[in-house]
Nanobody, 123 residues
Framework: VQLQASGGGLVQAGESLRLSCTTS????????VGWFRQAPGKEREFVAA????????FFADSVKGRFTLSTDSAANAVYLEMNNLTPEDTAVYYC?????????????????WGQGTLVTVSS
């Protein structure tokens, strides 16, 4: 499966962005989808994950209450809605997929990754 992450950009603190993760080759509902981010000089960290149908979501504490996930099976897409952004959210955001029957924050368990989209939040 190929993944395409998009929607990044430059915003000011307090603003919102919606990132998209689309799949090609197989339906997005075939997989569980996760979002990760990597800030300059830091390790890649888990952000959020959803089941293949979007029925269950899981968020890192740092984004809980500000970020949401939604799945559009017709568009083969999973969306990460990011609200009330802060400069600490600045990073390259990646989407990835896996088929394990549980949520996971471990990058090594994801089998395919998108190329990343840059989010920059200015203060």
């Amino acid at each position: 499966v190929q993944l395409q992450a998009s929607g990044g950009g430059l915003v000011q603190a307090g603003e919102s962005l919606r990132l998209s993760c689309t799949t090609s080759g197989l339906a997005v509902t075939t997989y569980r989808v996760g979002w990760f981010r990597q800030a300059p000089g830091k390790e890649r960290e888990f952000v959020a994950a959803t089941t293949n149908t979007g029925s269950s979501t899981f968020f890192a504490d740092s984004v809980k209450g500000r970020f949401t996930l939604s799945t559009d099976s017709a568009a083969n897409a999973v969306y990460l809605e990011m609200n009330n952004l802060t400069p600490e959210d600045t990073a390259v955001y990646y989407c990835a997929v896996h088929k394990n029957p549980f949520h996971t924050v471990q990058p090594g368990l994801y089998i395919s990754w998108g190329q990343g989209t840059l989010v920059t939040v200015s203060s």
